[in-house]
């Protein structure tokens, strides 16, 4: 536990070992994403605003019971739903040939 390290040392190889599992865990998160894009069958699938703000709000609340600043964890869960989307939507596009849908004025 933190409150039993007492060099700094010690608190970096932890932190170090924390850094690997969340890399394996971020790893096996991306399959399923890749996964998600071999299945969708249009670009404009890949974002879904209400999945996000879904997503997000669960985010939130986890990370505030787990005393994780929430803005941190949103923060973090933006820039990887942002890339996630972008991924799906270029391979989709590229399995598929279909162009994402314009926006309508």
């Not at 998160?29 to 894009?37: D, E, G, I, L, N």
């Not at 699938?45 to 929430?70: N, S, V």
């Not at 941190?72 to 590229?94: F, G, K, P």
Request: net charge negative.
């Amino acid at each position: 536990m933190a409150a039993d390290c007492t060099e700094k040392a010690h608190i970096r190889n932890e932190i170090d070992r924390l850094d690997r599992a969340l890399v394996a865990l971020f790893a096996e998160r991306q399959t399923y994403v890749r996964r998600m894009a071999e299945i969708k069958q249009h670009p404009d699938e890949a974002y879904d605003q209400h999945r996000i703000d879904t997503m997000l709000a669960d985010i939130r609340a986890r990370a505030a019971a787990l005393g994780l600043e929430p803005e941190q964890a949103e923060t973090v869960w933006r820039v990887l739903i942002d890339w996630n989307v972008a991924y799906e939507q270029r391979t989709i596009s590229a399995r598929t040939g279909l162009s994402l849908t314009p926006p309508q004025d």
